[in-house]
């Protein structure tokens, strides 16, 4: 059996995907959506506390004083670069979700946007794989079937008694 991807408890081959104690065949995964989890609170924050800061400064700087106004500013602009910072060190979490049989499920949540990239890839590996030998298998077996034995190949050395 074929495995595409095996790291901290995530497993993708040819015919399952494993979470933890959960266990898909990669058949039944049949349409799959990846959705972004929200920033962290602390990154939303410091962005609005930054553009306060600025907008504040900006507008009261004819009537502040220079140095009020200039701190105000430099405040703002510290707080944005916290807010680049905070979404270098926590980015937003990715979903993926599947629709499996009769409904839309959460399979698999990561803030690690390359592990993360690196499993989906490799689940729609999977999933392609098994379409074509779901497909390949289907189509042998059509043509097995619209074949009558008159009609079918015969090998030396097979019995021919009828």
Known sequence: MRTFYDRAGVQVTE???TV???KYPVIELQRL???RRPHHPGVVVSGVVAAV???VGVALAPVLPAA???SLIGIGL???VATVALIRIRPAGRELWVEHREG???LYASRDVDEFGK???ALVRATGHADQRLRGRHRRSIRAIRLSPRQRIRRPGDNLAI
């Open 68 to 70: 009020t106004a200039t």
């Open 20 to 22: 933890g104690d959960a």
């Open 33 to 35: 959506f990846v959705a």
């Open 53 to 55: 800061a600025v907008g």
């Open 15 to 17: 015919q399952w995907f």
């Open 119 to 121: 499993l989906t890839r």
């Open 104 to 106: 839309v499920y959460p």
């Open 78 to 80: 510290l707080g944005a």
